[in-house]
Structures are given as C-alpha cells and as structure tokens.
C-alpha cells in the first residue's frame, strides 16, 4: 500500500520561503509523475506543479512559476517543494500526488494522494 506523507507546512509571512517535503513508502514512485496541488479554504483543489519521472521536465502553474521549485530524490522515494516570495494568496492545503503516468495536471490522473500539510501566509 502506498502511502505519502507530506511535511514542512506552517505559518509565514508574506516575502518569506518554506520548503514541503513529501515522502512515499509501499512501493516506488520513480516511474510516477508527481505532483504538488493546494485547497484553499471554499475554492477546489488546484494543480500547483508537477516533475516527470526522470525529474527532467517541470511545469508550474502561472500564479507560482518563478516562486516555485519542485524537486525529487527518487533514491529517497521523496517530492520537495520550495516556495519563495509566498504569498497571502498562497494560503491552502498543500496535497503530494503521484501515480500520473503522463504530465497532467488534473487530480483525475492521480492515483495516490497525501493527507496535505496546511501553509498560511499572513500579509
């Protein structure tokens, strides 16, 4: 059984960086696309970024490229995201998926799904 846990969330200022962490255990994802999405509070999940198996190709959603960066440590089976210049906009659930066997960005695609890791960005 997969499983991913996420961590790195919190409380931060507006300018400030956190980084997220997602690791999975069960099985390894290295085949897997992977991806990073947020819920904010009333609004529908959304697709933040995702990175192909190889790490090789990203792609970010308009709101956060340049802000951005994910990575991943297929040895260690892990996703990181780091996010610099957050935003109060940046608020949410932050949710790890993998299982994509394509780059998408809809969570249809995703097989596995963390329990997210809460980020607030206070202005």
């Known amino acids: 059984q997969v499983q991913l846990v996420e961590s790195g969330g919190g409380l931060v200022q507006a300018g400030d960086s956190l980084g997220l962490s997602c690791a999975a255990s069960g099985r390894s994802l290295s085949r897997y696309f992977m991806a990073w999405f947020r819920q904010a509070p009333g609004k529908e999940r959304e697709f933040v970024v995702r990175?192909?198996?190889?790490?090789?190709?990203?792609a970010y959603a308009d709101s956060v490229k340049g802000r951005f960066t994910i990575s991943r440590d297929n040895a260690k089976n892990t996703v990181y995201l780091r996010m610099n210049s957050v935003k109060p906009e940046d608020t949410g659930v932050y949710y790890c998926?993998?299982?994509?066997?394509?780059?998408?960005?809809?969570?249809?695609?995703?097989?596995?799904w963390g329990q997210g890791t809460q980020v607030t960005v206070s202005s």
């Open positions: 998926a993998s299982g994509a066997s394509i780059g998408s960005i809809m969570t249809s695609s995703y097989y596995y």
């Open positions: 990175i192909s198996p190889s790490g090789g190709s990203t």
